[in-house]
């Protein structure tokens, strides 16, 4: 790296540093296990005072006084409340390229927030501390949608980003924040395993500026042993949201003798070309010992690099590295005459040399939001 290079990406991580005094550690501001309940419309009311809830493919069934799998939903009298509205305990200036979105707003600075919870249990969860709990066991700001497009305007950031944990489980808090930034001009943005049921979905790509997901292997019983999911309803959403045309991008963390069968990436990426499109971007992501797994080794370079080959080879485009500094995947290139368009560094934009959304050698448009829609 340069040493302008250098300079330019030490004052990019100055910014995401600057927004720490709105997070301190000790404050009347940040209450542990405070939370705002709110009910939820994602539920139907059963006998007596039970419900099932409709938010996920989990369907919890939940008793009086019962909370869902995501430790997030409880029924209270035959209604089901959530828990984790306006009280985010996750709240940070990130790169856009954290998330993370190669195709989107190269260099912008995102706005990105969490409450606790998760509807999956991964095994290999990087943030279990927060997703693996409840909203009334962490330390909570008190942020409503308003607020939180208004922190994002204030410290100019043009991207708002659910992210961390499982952005379904605060479903009712990004619907509203996702209202709010696009009629103010901000690109609301989420990080999801994609485990999710269609009408909630549908209700928020409206509003959705760009989605990235997480296909976190091509086989169900990874799903189920890993993550105890299912991996189903995930391509189902995958479909959704590309079909509305939301921008879309995929990541694929690959887990040492788990889920790098080249075989299994073949079929995965098959699947993206045929059933989304071949300019989806792909990010292969490099696994290190977490959580649970902390008993397997960090993912081999190489395998990484085998499984991108597999993805060039069926046909996508546009196919990353990630967790990898420095390697030349992290780049983009213009896929008709190979032009370096964006050079990156981690999360870092070195080099951004489209001009309009397009290659400047060639002209072929690449796919991504490049700019603020009007």
Same mark, same amino acid.
């Given at each position: 790296?340069t040493?302008?290079?250098f300079l ?6 100055a910014l995401?540093?600057?927004? &720490?005094?709105?997070l /301190?550690r ?6 542990? =296990?405070?939370?705002? !309940?709110i009910?939820?419309?994602? %539920?139907?009311?059963?006998e ?12 919890c069934v ?26 985010p305990?996750?709240?940070?200036i990130d ?5 993370p979105?190669f ?5 912008a600075?995102?706005?990105s ?12 969860c ?8 409840s909203?009334d066991k962490?330390?909570? &700001?008190?942020?409503? /949608?308003?607020k939180m497009?208004?922190l994002?305007? =204030?410290y100019?950031? !043009?991207a708002?980003?659910?992210? %961390?944990?499982?952005p ?6 990004n ?5 709010i930034a ?5 690109l ?5 395993n ?26 169900s019983?990874f799903?189920?042993?890993?993550s105890n999911?299912?991996?189903e ?12 045309g939301v921008?879309l991008?995929?990541?694929?963390l690959v887990?040492?003798?788990e ?5 299994m ?16 971007p ?16 960090p993912?081999?370079v190489r395998?990484?690099?085998?499984a ?9 485009q546009?196919v990353?590295?990630?967790?990898v500094p ?5 780049n983009?290139?213009?896929?008709r ?12 934009v070195?080099?951004?040399?489209l ?5 400047p050698?060639c002209?072929?448009r690449i796919?991504?939001?490049w700019?603020?829609?009007?």
């Amino acid at each position: 790296m340069t040493r302008r290079d250098f300079l330019r990406v030490a004052a990019k991580g100055a910014l995401c540093l600057s927004f &720490l005094p709105l997070l /301190p550690r000790r404050s009347s501001a940040q209450d542990l =296990g405070w939370t705002s !309940p709110i009910r939820s419309p994602y %539920y139907i009311p059963l006998e007596g005072e039970a419900v099932q809830c409709t938010l996920c493919p989990r369907g919890c069934v939940l008793e009086h006084g019962e909370r869902g799998h995501c430790e997030v939903r409880e029924n209270r009298h035959g209604e089901l409340w959530t828990l984790a509205y306006a009280n985010p305990c996750a709240l940070h200036i990130d790169p856009i390229e954290k998330k993370p979105f190669f195709h989107v707003l190269p260099g912008a600075d995102c706005l990105s927030y969490a409450t606790a919870g998760c509807n999956f249990d991964c095994l290999f969860c990087q943030n279990w501390q927060i997703s693996q709990t409840s909203p009334d066991k962490t330390r909570n &700001l008190r942020v409503s /949608p308003e607020k939180m497009v208004s922190l994002a305007k =204030g410290y100019r950031c !043009p991207a708002i980003a659910a992210t %961390y944990t499982e952005p379904t489980v605060f479903f009712e808090y990004n619907l509203e924040v996702a209202r709010i930034a696009k009629g103010q001009g901000v690109l609301f943005t989420f990080h999801s395993n994609g485990f999710i049921n269609p009408e909630p979905i549908q209700a928020l790509l409206p509003y959705l500026g760009a989605a990235c997901v997480d296909l976190k292997a091509f086989s169900s019983s990874f799903y189920r042993r890993m993550s105890n999911g299912e991996l189903e309803p995930v391509l189902e959403t995958l479909k959704a949201i590309h079909g509305r045309g939301v921008h879309l991008e995929v990541v694929n963390l690959v887990i040492p003798k788990e889920n790098d069968d080249p075989g299994m990436i073949r079929d995965m990426c098959s699947w993206i070309k045929e059933e989304l499109a071949p300019w989806v971007p792909l990010h292969f992501s490099r696994f290190f010992p977490m959580y649970k797994l902390r008993s397997l080794p960090p993912t081999p370079v190489r395998t990484l690099e085998r499984a991108r080959e597999i993805a060039l080879e069926v046909g996508l485009q546009y196919v990353y590295l990630g967790n990898v500094p420095g390697h030349p995947a992290e780049n983009t290139h213009c896929p008709r005459c190979g032009e370096l368009l964006i050079q990156r560094r981690g999360f870092f934009v070195l080099e951004n040399r489209l001009r309009g959304g397009s290659c400047p050698r060639c002209g072929k448009r690449i796919e991504g939001v490049w700019g603020m829609p009007s």
